[in-house]
């Protein structure tokens, strides 16, 4: 599976476990933080801490899955096996975080949230790096990525779908009603698309590993440039994405006036960011990929201080915003992860290991850090301005929460643009990767198929 276009069957059977991936990052980024601060009670400034706390138990976690799925492959091959042991975490964790019983306190929250980042890291970083070592190709790369990604997003509007329908029935208890109702559209999901995806997709067999040192494994992550520019942008775009999603319903209820079409305007933002995949990838098949990563930065830049103009109540000004802004939801992840198999190449030819794994650990550390840091300083910021998550709140103070809103996606995007600016690799770049790294292998296999007598 490594020298040919992959069929879009098989591309979609492989993509699979991506749709409970989104189907489990939103709500931790849209809903919980907003269900735990305001109807469990625990208020802002502890659930800002909490989920912070949670994302920075992945700065062990995720370096220590990455480092395992590349030294312990299995029968089943490098990553298979990961996928199955993160099934019965995410299932039990899924159900304690979104049908919690009353009343709870911040370490039942702390303590669930950590299991379900173990789960969330298993599951996530070893479909990622599968991913990345279905082709070596530099535009086939993309194609992968695009169809994950797109899986990924379609698991988003699925699982709107719910709190959207329980929102229209307006029962008595809507906030708890359509966390659950989220939660167990991951546990019955989750389990069905891993085995379709472990029944229709082989693995390519894992090539045995070098030993190195620490040192010899360390320090060409540190002489890696490209590495540092991808991780920097990745950080800023977790943050940028992590604060508009900590925001939205705040955003939507008090300063759009839309509150009741919520979850359904979001289900437009998401179906844009699917729709602009293809146009995504054909423009970054012309110019490459990190010059489409600064095209989509520098379009937020721009584009999003049009939320401003968002009349109050109207929802179809706000529907319109919304599918626009989704051009940059599949931009970044897409291009990211095609880039960081790209940079892993660099790697493999510097230290002669295949450390897939680990290069995809630090790609999501550095998207989850961006959340987590986001998270904490966005609801703390909304402290200090005087925001009330649970009450009437004063002119100044909603104004203050639309201004952070439209912030946080300018100033980041902006800088994403100046990082990524000059990335090194391009098709260029990569294809003699490839060249000298085929290279080396026709070395390896001729000289393990030499007689022992022959010089």
Not at 199 to 225: C, I, M, T, Y
Not at 240 to 255: K, N, P, Q, R
Not at 358 to 381: N, S
Not at 412 to 417: G, H, P, R
Request: proline fraction near 7%.
């Amino acid at each position: 599976m490594n020298g040919h276009r992959l069929s879009p069957w098989r591309l979609a059977a492989f993509s699979g476990p991506a749709i409970p991936i989104g189907a489990l990052g939103l709500p931790i980024g849209v809903y919980l933080p907003h269900f735990y601060a305001g109807p469990m009670g625990l208020g802002l400034a502890a659930v800002g801490t909490i989920f912070m706390l949670a994302r920075f138990w992945d700065v062990f976690t995720d370096p220590a899955m990455g480092v395992l799925s590349d030294k312990f492959p299995s029968r089943w091959g490098r990553r298979r096996h990961w996928l199955v042991l993160s099934v019965p975490i995410l299932m039990l964790s899924a159900y304690m975080v979104f049908s919690p019983t009353a009343p709870v306190g911040p370490v039942y929250l702390l303590a669930w949230m950590f299991f379900l980042y173990i789960g969330w890291t298993l599951l996530t970083l070893s479909h990622m790096a599968w991913a990345a070592e279905l082709s070596d190709d530099y535009n086939e790369r993309s194609r992968i990525q695009g169809y994950r990604e797109a899986f990924q997003l379609l698991g988003v509007p699925l699982v709107l779908l719910l709190p959207a329908a329980i929102e229209w029935m307006a029962p008595e208890n809507v906030d708890a009603a359509r966390v659950a109702a989220m939660g167990w559209f991951i546990i019955i999901v989750l389990p069905v698309a891993i085995a379709l995806n472990l029944w229709l997709v082989p693995e390519r067999k894992a090539k045995p590993q070098a030993h190195a040192s620490f040192l010899a494994q360390v320090l060409p992550l540190f002489r890696n440039v490209p590495l540092r520019r991808l991780l920097a942008a990745d950080f800023l775009s977790g943050f940028a994405g992590a604060a508009l999603a900590s925001m939205y319903i705040y955003e939507a209820t008090l300063v759009w006036g839309v509150g009741s079409w919520a979850s359904l305007l979001l289900l437009l933002y998401f179906f844009g960011g699917i729709a602009f995949i293809p146009v995504i990838l054909r423009i970054s098949y012309r110019i490459g990929k990190h010059r489409t990563v600064v095209l989509a930065a520098l379009f937020n830049v721009f584009f999003a201080p049009v939320i401003f103009l968002i009349p109050h109540g109207n929802v179809w000004a706000a529907a319109a915003v919304l599918v626009f802004l989704g051009v940059n939801v599949g931009t970044t992840t897409t291009l990211y992860r095609s880039m960081m198999a790209d940079v892993a190449d660099i790697d493999e030819l510097d230290t002669g290991q295949k450390r897939t794994g680990l290069f995809y650990a630090l790609l999501t550390l550095t998207q989850k850090m961006g959340g987590a840091v986001a998270v904490g300083v966005v609801f703390w910021t909304l402290a200090l301005i005087g925001f009330n998550p649970q009450g009437e709140n004063a002119p100044g103070a909603v104004f203050g929460l639309s201004i952070v809103f439209v912030a946080a996606p300018v100033l980041c995007n902006a800088l994403v643009a100046a990082i990524v600016w000059f990335y090194p690799i391009g098709l260029k770049e990569q294809s003699e990767l490839r060249r000298r790294l085929d290279e080396r292998f026709t070395e390896e296999v001729e000289q393990t198929e030499r007689p022992p007598n022959m010089p």
